[in-house]
């Protein structure tokens, strides 16, 4: 087999792209399984304030914080076959072909293991909107995950999700008033909802993999995170939210590899990934669970009967 870093750069699943490497940054370990060490989010206690003088302050020794990982391996293989290869009009096609359905495939598996642990996180209990305000629930949450460190605070969820947010009746008016009476684009409306929000950002995942997963169905959850600084000393450093831990032994957290195939006179191509999904910090998500139950959803039709 031959690494190709030109397949494995290949884009896939554009615009939206993937979320996972966002939330739960990329950590090399080196070995397949073992401890990882972090730093986790510590107590805050009231500082010592009637210290005799002379004597030594109260000490707190700083914990140690650790996780037991085990990176699973994610690999799937195409195939172009003799016949195919002629078709395409060669092996270079054929290879970018094969090496765009494996790429999505490792990747699918990582994004459904992101959401599992983004929307089961259970530290924080989730808030089930019921009859109550969207923006209200978005200052509780904040609160919840403040003592989480990191590049800032993020909505996430699947566009399923975030437009059943813009349309909820209080955020449409608050960006109405934001932006002058007009509503926004939807292309800049993720931008617009942070700013009304008060937060750094919306991230929106794929519908298909954020919305709807496996028996789950997350088309009405979201989640307000405190997103991981990416440089991996940050999670020595930090109490972040998460990490994928990555066993690989070159340059390329995932990688592509391509072979001839003698049986079909064609060409295999593999896309491999070994790799361990950790919350380190769960309290910094907030799951926002059931949107369709706060007040004022916009889209609703009033029948009016006049006798």
């Known amino acids: ?60 020794i700083i914990g140690e914080a650790n996780v037991d990982y085990d990176a699973g391996e994610a690999i799937y293989r195409a195939r172009a076959p003799y016949e195919k290869l002629k078709v395409l009009r060669g092996r270079e096609n ?21 959401v599992a642990e983004v929307f089961g996180a259970t530290e924080n209990s989730p808030i089930v909107g019921t009859d109550g305000s969207f923006l209200t629930d978005i200052e509780t949450a904040k609160n919840a995950v403040k003592r989480a460190e990191g590049l800032g605070l993020y909505l996430v969820g699947g566009s399923d999700a975030i437009n059943f947010i813009l349309n909820i009746a209080e ?36 519908r298909a993999m954020w919305g709807q997963s496996g028996a789950n169905d997350y088309r009405r959850t979201a989640a307000l995170i405190v997103a991981p600084r990416p440089e991996e ?16 032994d070159n340059e390329d957290e995932l990688e592509i590899e391509s072979s001839d195939n003698d049986e079909s006179r064609g060409v295999d191509v593999d896309a491999i990934s070994q790799y361990d999904i950790q919350v380190l910090n769960p309290e910094a998500i907030q799951v926002l669970q059931n949107l369709d139950g706060e007040v004022g959803y916009w889209p609703t039709t009033t029948t009016t009967t006049t006798t």
Not at 22 to 48: C, E, L, M, N
Not at 94 to 106: D, P
Not at 194 to 203: P, Q, R, T, Y
Request: glycine share 6%; with cysteine; aromatic share 10%.
């Open 171 to 206: 955020v449409t008016n608050a960006m109405l008033r934001a932006t002058g009476g007009i509503l926004p684009a939807q292309v800049y409306a993720p931008s617009t909802l942070a700013s009304i929000l008060m937060i750094d950002g919306v991230w929106v995942g794929d």
């Open 94 to 114: 054929a290879e970018k072909i094969c090496a765009k359905i494996t790429k999505r495939s490792v990747m699918k598996s990582k994004e459904a293991d992101c």
């Open 1 to 60: 087999m031959e690494k190709r870093p030109d397949l494995a750069a290949l884009e896939v699943n554009p615009p939206e792209g993937y979320l996972f490497d966002k939330i739960f940054p990329a950590f090399r370990v080196g070995t397949p399984a073992g401890k990882f060490y972090y730093h986790d989010i510590q107590s805050d206690v009231t500082a010592q304030t009637d210290r005799t003088a002379g004597n030594a302050p109260t000490t707190v």
């Open 233 to 248: 000393e940050a999670v020595f450093t930090e109490a972040q939210l998460g990490r994928s831990l990555v066993y690989y």
